[in-house]
């Protein structure tokens, strides 16, 4: 059953009919014999989005559960969020004719097929701020505008570090102003903005701003948590295909998605240090990939067993240091030996013997969620609405998921391989980068790890507790990034020792002096500008009152 305008129809059913495999196409109620097999609505132009959603909502039910196929017009305005809770299986943005053809085909199958196309960009004003800001109030005028210049620096300031540096000192330079920079918005955030971006001070891209703060009109800010929906769907687009709707089709597209991710050599946009980031290009994507398969094997192993969720984690958590330790090897190579103190050594064995994997990520979200889904293909809890796995939300947040375990597990790993390298010379140029041979700028690395690693436990990790923020590794435009994820953490909370929750206390005094020190600025405004007219003001005015009456003076004597 196809729904569009006279001029499409046509075209759109001469080429699905050039596939006989396709079925015939109809355009009118009438001529089926019962239910269609397939129901493809193609939009000429954007409705209004309420409109839309009304449409879509009657044709489900009349015609459920028959496959609805929307058919969208390129530019049609629409945010992310709004688009992926709409109650359709296929969603086409301006589709060629491979893609709708590939998408009827995954449909009539019983898959799901969603398409989105990256947002236009809004044209700037030429001046480096914000196109639109709307009324605001001085502090808010400040904070986006300050920010916006900001982020305009940084951006320069990214673009020639990236370039080969002419010298050593504009290198420096050029990292000393990123610094700057980077401390000028963070006083910024602690006089103008929110509480948690004050305290925290972290995004999930070093070179960027908060869109809620610069944009509250921007398509699909405001409505739904930015972790579930990113960015990066607005900015790069979306493409999910599942060929079925089962556990086993959704981790066959997830794996897809994420091993194409990771054969990429993502790089680290995390906002912060990496232990990846000692590892060559290769390695890391050796690692990565490895990971993913150790993860496959593990899915079939656990999906062969009905067991609870009690089962099912404590499972998990007993085959987790030997998951790693496999992906090690794999990542090393079986057969590769190298000399260490005049003998030849098995690179894989040895790295294993030698490391300890055996650890659990406090900041790793529960598993349950993610294997429950993966396994059993059981419904999951997101947004506070009950998803089946192969909603489009679901899909995103198993991806978000799975991808942090694969960042996190890596960067494990890592760590115990630049702990090797550190004491097996010969190991360097095998797995790590060239600029980390020297044995003075390995350590550097190791000793910022550390420090990056005691601050995180001993500050940032009290306060993402105490504001119930997780942070999420992602795989993302052929970056490692971090997304926030909102959750209840008051069990972890309470766990902490007496120096983290002398954090949280900080932040719970600062919450509630607040109030008392933005009133008594007021305050002290309200008294300067009394002081600035009525007092200073009232006796400039005399003082030139008295001078004009005194010249005036002077000129009837003189005349």
Known sequence: MLFADPLQQQGI???LQADPSLGQVTFHVGDLDGAPQLVIWSLASAPPGASLELELQRLHERWQPVPILLLLPGGHGYPALPLLQLPLQGLLEAPTAGALRDAVTTLLAGGRVLEIAPAAETPGNGSGLPPALGAMGLGQWLLTT???QIEAELRLCAHGLDQPPPSLLGQLLLQGRVRELRAARQLLLWLWGP???AWSGSFADPFSIPTALVRPGAPGQGSGAPGLVPAFVEREGLSISLRQRSADGLWETLRERLRQAAAAGPENASGGLLALDGLLDQRRSDLLISLLEQFDQLRSQLQTQSTSADRLLEQWRDLQ????QQAMGRMAGAYVQLPREGVMLPVAETLVAGSSLAGDDPDLPD????????????????EGRLLAPDEPQAVLYLEMLLANW????????????LAACADWPELRRYLLRPELLATRNL????????????????????IQLYESRRPLYCLQGGSIRTEQLTEPRDQELRRLGWLQQGVTLAMETRDALAPQVQSLMRGLGDLLVVLLTKVVGRAIGLVGRGIAQGMGRSFGRGS
């Open 195 to 197: 509480v948690s971006l």
């Open 321 to 324: 240091p030997m998951l790693r």
């Open 13 to 15: 059913a001469a080429l």
């Open 443 to 462: 350590e550097r690395l190791r000793n910022q790890l550390n420090a990056q690693q005691r601050w995180q436990s001993w500050v940032e990790r009290p």
């Open 406 to 417: 694969l960042v996190r597990s890596a960067e494990q790993i890592s760590a115990e391989v």
């Open 146 to 148: 300050g920010l916006w």
């Open 367 to 382: 598993p349950v969620t993610m294997l429950s889904s993966l396994v059993q293909a059981r419904p999951m809890l997101v």
